[in-house]
């Protein structure tokens, strides 16, 4: 996969997916795994997992959370004496974003360790 824009929503999809059917963790997981086997560069993996895992992971809060009516989101906003849950939205999307951000550097390096260059560049053909 060459464009840099396929892998992004392959790694939303991905992502989002996981998250759908096994618990929150997986995201690391599953970011490392796709950042080994279609990373490229180090700044382009890290945009694409970084950005991919906080849309995925903005998409199944707004998804779960209005299911049960922001229940649970207004209950941790007075928690932390948010005005509104609404602000638990971008706090939520850039704690996924550094996940995944470092989730996909971890990927990337340890493709970096493991495979030699000519492993990596035949896998583009």
Same mark, same amino acid.
């Given at each position: 996969?060459?464009?840099?824009?396929?892998?992004?929503?392959?790694?939303?999809?991905?992502? =989002?997916?996981?998250?759908?059917?096994?618990?929150?963790w997986? +995201?690391?997981?599953?970011?490392? /795994?796709? %950042?080994?086997?279609? #990373?490229?560069?180090?700044?382009?993996t890290?945009?694409?997992?970084?950005?991919?895992?906080?849309?995925?992971?903005?998409?199944?809060?707004?998804?779960?959370?209005?299911?049960?009516?922001?229940?649970?989101?207004?209950?941790? =906003?007075?928690?932390?004496?948010?005005?509104?849950?609404?602000? +638990?939205?971008?706090?939520?999307? /850039?704690? %996924?974003?550094?996940? #995944?951000?470092?989730?996909?550097?971890?990927?990337?390096?340890l493709?970096?360790?493991?495979?030699?260059?000519?492993?990596?560049?035949?896998?583009?053909?």
């Amino acid at each position: 996969m060459k464009n840099p824009v396929y892998r992004f929503l392959l790694f939303t999809v991905a992502i =989002a997916l996981l998250q759908w059917f096994l618990p929150f963790w997986v +995201l690391p997981a599953g970011t490392v /795994f796709m %950042a080994f086997v279609w #990373g490229k560069t180090a700044r382009e993996t890290r945009n694409i997992g970084g950005w991919g895992a906080a849309a995925s992971w903005l998409v199944l809060a707004l998804v779960l959370d209005s299911q049960n009516y922001h229940i649970l989101s207004r209950q941790v =906003a007075a928690i932390f004496y948010m005005p509104s849950y609404a602000l +638990l939205y971008p706090l939520m999307l /850039f704690i %996924a974003w550094l996940t #995944g951000t470092f989730a996909a550097l971890t990927g990337y390096h340890l493709q970096r360790l493991l495979l030699s260059e000519d492993d990596r560049w035949r896998r583009d053909e």
